[in-house]
Each structure stands twice: as C-alpha cells, then as structure tokens.
C-alpha cells in the first residue's frame, strides 16, 4: 500500500545504537530533506535542500 505523498517516511541514522543515545531521523520531502530528533518525533523538524544535506554529510565524512 502507497502512503499519500503528504506522509513522510522517516529512517533513523545507521549509526543509531540502539540504547536512546542522540541520534537523527531524516525523510525525503521531495523538495527538500526532513531532520528530526529521534527522541521526540512529534517536535519539529527542520527541512534543507538536498544539496545542503549532501554538503553536510560530505564534510562530516572527511
């Protein structure tokens, strides 16, 4: 079954252990990528650019 487009599927992070430490859940907004806390999906999220996403992620990496 679809969900409607208006209902976003969040992942948790790969590196999330588990045991409540921090931790971030994204979703594709199609415009744009959703962030939220882990710890407390009903609070707000913050949307960026896919670009600004991807930016972010590369410097973490290096």
Known sequence: MKLPLTVPQWRK???SNGAGGECI???NLHATVG??????????????????RDGFVASVRR
């Open 13 to 15: 992070s790969s590196y």
């Open 25 to 27: 859940e994204i979703a």
């Open 35 to 52: 962030i939220r806390d882990s710890k407390g999906p009903q609070g707000p999220h913050i949307a960026v650019q896919h670009s600004a």
